[in-house]
Structures are given as structure tokens and as C-alpha cells.
């Protein structure tokens, strides 16, 4: 059996330079290599198995992590990152210089950042190059600088309400209504996607279980392809971040909702506008923006009813259905756009936040009693292992007069936001 060693960065490294002149299947070409090829692999095994081991203990937040598994090339993201050696952008303003590879030339001009480093306000720490989107690119960490931007009008919060018919729907504490229309990027290259799809579809492409090589025909197709999802994401690529600058150049505080974008994407009508719009990414760039910015950012519980919930009188509605674009409130008359509606209840959290109360229900307005399932869904109970009835694990079942499902959640939890 393999011996057991640490996985730790400093013992892989260690080990790999014990082995890499004696070991047949790498001794006689490692050295023609950058040695920061070999070291960043290292690195992202070190990580790998890390972030395994802190997920098994229960020291590491999201989704559980499982054993590391050996990368394909076809599937693995071409990358190397060089931390030592010749680092450095040229004079001219067009060339950089990496270790191993010399001076190459860049598309785009690098004038900006050769001036924050001849005026001594950025350090470059490392550079990694990737191939993504047919194109290499080298992106370098950079030490710098960086003074804090103050926004246009620090004491304005801004709701935003992210949909698919709208992108974004933006409402302030003045009352100031705005609308960001959604580009659908995708949707403007299904047609021309669709025809070279097929056309790629009807050459012979490559089989991994016969080992068929695809024919000259077929890569010539595939790469006109893979032209439209490239121009696709760089679209989406240069939306996104103007939208979350501009937004964040204006407004002191924002708030958002914290969405559940994975569960939306197992809609199957909607899976495809929800994933070209974005909405992980905004909320992101939002965050991190504000943070450079010295700005607020709050995020509305995931379970906050922030589409049901009248924003003039704060009368929750028991249902609203998806294709139900027009809110109107049974207990005040309000008819109102739902995406405005939501944005109003956003902006309101604010006052929640300020006043230290924490959640949405702590406002000075009043309230109705939901029926079940008003603000949330629960998830259905599994079968018991040894009955066939629902309930506890080994077929245990509550009382009765308190029989309720075990995964459900507490009714005053209506809206526990986090201050960042």
C-alpha cells in the first residue's frame, strides 16, 4: 500500500523533489519546465485536501467537500501561477515578461498599472497565466494603495430586487424608483448557437469509449462554437460590473436578498434566464465593492417575503404566483409592479438594521397572521427505514397532538439579516 505522508504544501514539495530526477515518468522532461508549473498543482492539491479535512471535522462553511480527485486535462482549467523569478511589465507599455517564457506581447495595453508601479503605490506579488475563453491571459496580484472612494450620497440606501423580467429593480429611501432592463445576452445567440450546434452535431466528433479521434471537420466546427459562448460571457463579463459600480458609486447602503440560486436552477423553465442573468455574481461584486467603498451592505433573510408583503401597510399575502406580475394588497387596495413592491420592503429592512432590532418583524407595523407555507416552503419528510410512514429515524413517530414535520422552521424567523 501507498505510505501515508502529510498533505501539507512544504511536505509535498519536499517530496516531489526527492522523486523528480529518479522517478521514470517525469525524470527525463520535468526540466523543461517552469518549476512554478509543478509548484502550483502541489498548491492546489494542498488546498484540496484541506478543505476536505475541515469539512469532515465541521470547520468549514458551505457544502461538504469529498476526497480529492485526480483533474483530467480535457476538463481542468489550464493554469500556472509564478511567484519567483523575472516578474515585471515593460517600459513600452505592451509587453510583459514571465519566468521561462520571456517578454510576450499583450493585447491590451498595460499603461495604467506600469504607472502605479513607477510611482511606487503597487508591487507585483505574483502573476498567473490561464487559458479561458479560447485567449491566455496573465493577471497579476498587485499590493497597492488604495484610498477609500466616497459615494455620491452616503446617507441614501437603495433596495434592489433582482428578476428576470427586469434585471434589477432599484428603490431608495427617497422613493426613487429605477429599472435595469435585463440585456439576455444568451437569448440574442440561441438562434446562431442552435445553427452550429447542429452542425457540429452532424461531423464526427470524439468517443471516449472507442477512442475515436474527432476529424478536422468537427474541430473547425466546435471552435466556431465555442465562439458564441465566448462572446456570451464576455458580454455578461462587462454588464455586470458596470451595473454593480454604478450602483455602489451612488448608494451608502444597499440591500439585496440572499437568493437561493442553485435551487432556482433546478427550474427547468427558468434555468436558463436565471443563469445568464447572473445573480450570484451581482451580489458578490456588491459585497466586495462595498467593502472597498467603506459601505454597508445588507442581506434580507432568504426567507423574508420580501415579494408578499404589502410595502405600504405590511399585510403578507398567502400566495403569489410567478406569472402574477401586479401586487395588490387585500387589507389596504395597494396596486403596485411586484419587482417594485419587493424593492420598497428592501429598503425598508434598513430602519430594522438601525434600530437594532435585527429582523423585519421588529418594525412598527402592522402584521397579519400568516397561514402555513406564506413565506416559505419545507422540505418533505423521507420514509422511516423500518416503517413506511414518515418520521423519525428507526420509524419513531412525535405525539400526536404535536405531531408536526421535523423540518420545519420557526415562525419568527421572518427576516435575520447579516451586516457586512
Not at 448608494?251 to 440560486?261: F, I, Q
Amino acid at each position: 500500500m501507498t505510505p501515508w505522508r502529510s498533505w501539507s504544501l512544504p511536505a509535498l514539495r519536499k517530496e516531489f523533489n526527492r522523486v523528480k530526477t529518479t522517478d521514470p515518468r517525469f525524470a527525463d522532461w520535468w526540466e523543461e519546465n517552469s518549476k512554478e508549473a509543478y509548484s502550483t498543482g502541489l498548491a492546489n492539491a494542498a488546498a484540496a485536501f484541506d478543505n476536505y479535512a475541515k469539512s469532515k471535522q465541521g470547520k468549514r462553511k458551505g457544502g461538504r467537500v469529498g476526497v480529492p480527485r485526480r483533474k483530467p486535462k480535457r476538463k481542468a482549467r489550464l493554469t500556472c501561477r509564478f511567484t519567483t523569478g523575472t516578474i515585471r511589465v515593460e517600459r513600452d507599455g505592451r509587453h510583459v515578461t514571465l519566468p521561462r517564457l520571456g517578454a510576450i506581447r499583450t493585447h491590451e495595453p498595460t499603461i495604467k498599472l506600469l504607472t502605479c508601479i513607477q510611482t511606487g503605490i503597487a508591487r507585483i506579488l505574483s502573476a498567473t497565466v490561464r487559458y479561458e475563453r479560447g485567449r491566455w491571459f496573465v493577471s497579476f496580484q498587485v499590493e497597492t494603495v488604495r484610498e477609500i472612494t466616497r459615494v455620491a450620497r452616503p446617507d441614501v440606501a437603495v433596495g434592489i430586487d433582482l428578476g428576470v423580467k427586469h434585471l434589477a429593480v432599484l428603490a431608495d429611501s427617497f422613493g426613487e424608483i429605477g429599472y435595469v432592463p435585463n440585456p439576455k445576452h444568451l437569448d440574442g445567440s440561441l438562434k446562431l448557437l442552435r445553427f452550429h450546434s447542429r452542425r457540429a452535431s452532424r461531423r464526427q466528433g470524439p468517443d471516449r469509449r472507442t477512442g475515436q479521434k474527432p476529424s478536422k471537420r468537427w474541430e473547425k466546427a466546435n471552435a466556431e462554437r465555442n465562439k458564441i459562448h465566448h462572446r456570451v460571457a464576455n458580454l455578461r463579463t462587462d454588464a455586470l460590473p458596470r451595473l454593480t459600480t454604478c450602483v455602489r458609486a451612488e448608494y451608502g447602503t444597499v440591500v439585496v436578498e440572499d437568493l437561493n440560486v442553485a435551487g432556482m436552477l433546478r427550474n427547468k423553465r427558468l434555468a436558463r434566464r436565471v443563469a445568464d442573468a447572473g445573480f450570484g455574481e451581482i451580489r458578490r461584486q456588491l459585497t466586495c465593492k462595498g467593502r472597498r467603498n467603506a459601505c454597508r451592505t445588507v442581506v434580507a433573510g432568504r426567507w423574508y417575503p420580501s415579494s408578499k408583503t404589502c410595502s405600504d401597510c405590511g399585510a403578507v399575502k398567502a400566495k403569489l404566483p410567478l406569472h402574477v406580475r401586479v401586487f395588490t394588497c387585500d387589507a389596504c387596495g395597494l396596486v403596485m409592479d411586484r419587482d417594485e413592491n419587493a424593492a420598497r420592503n428592501l429598503v425598508a429592512l434598513v430602519a430594522a438594521v438601525t434600530t437594532g432590532t435585527g429582523v423585519a418583524g421588529g418594525q412598527d407595523t402592522p402584521r397579519v397572521s400568516k397561514p402555513r407555507g406564506a413565506d416559505r416552503k419545507t422540505r418533505r419528510q423521507r420514509l422511516g427505514r423500518n416503517t413506511g410512514r414518515g418520521g423519525r429515524a428507526g420509524g419513531a413517530s412525535l405525539p400526536h397532538p404535536r405531531q408536526k414535520e421535523t423540518g420545519d422552521r420557526r415562525q419568527d424567523t421572518e427576516a435575520q439579516l447579516a451586516l457586512w
